[in-house]
């Protein structure tokens, strides 16, 4: 199938997606009274529908206080501690005795163990 032209109208909202999903634009809300405010910024500047000239309306609008925004992360001041656990008396940890235990050195050839038992190291 080949490339077809957009009609105005998916020109229309493909910039309004455009400009949505741009990271530069995050604490903008979709409401419709935004929404209505940036096109009523559009039309009366005479410019059309283009992310850049939305950023641009967002820009004007949002320093001006018009827009509904998401509000800026605050840190609060200190930030709260989990309450802590009182403590409770374990008992002393007692230790597993010691066993000797001798090594052994296993040898296998063809699967099948072998004695090494009295082997010359090289």
């Given at each position: ?5 957009l009609t105005e ?10 400009f ?5 634009n995050?604490?903008?809300k ?6 209505r ?32 925004l ?8 200190e930030?709260p501690q ?7 008396p ?10 000797p ?22």
């Amino acid at each position: 199938m080949e490339h077809e032209e957009l009609t105005e109208e998916q020109q229309h909202y493909s910039a309004m997606e455009t400009f949505v999903c741009a990271t530069q634009n995050l604490r903008f809300k979709e409401t419709r009274e935004n929404w209505r405010l940036m096109m009523k910024f559009l039309s009366e500047h005479n410019l059309e529908t283009t992310p850049q000239n939305l950023r641009f309306a967002y820009l004007t609008l949002g320093n001006k206080g018009l827009l509904d925004l998401m509000p800026l992360g605050i840190l609060p001041a200190e930030p709260p501690q989990p309450p802590q656990p009182k403590p409770t008396p374990t008992p002393a940890a007692q230790s597993a005795p010691a066993v000797p235990v001798r090594a052994q050195t296993f040898a296998y050839r063809n699967g099948a163990a072998i004695n090494i038992e009295g082997a010359k190291r090289l």
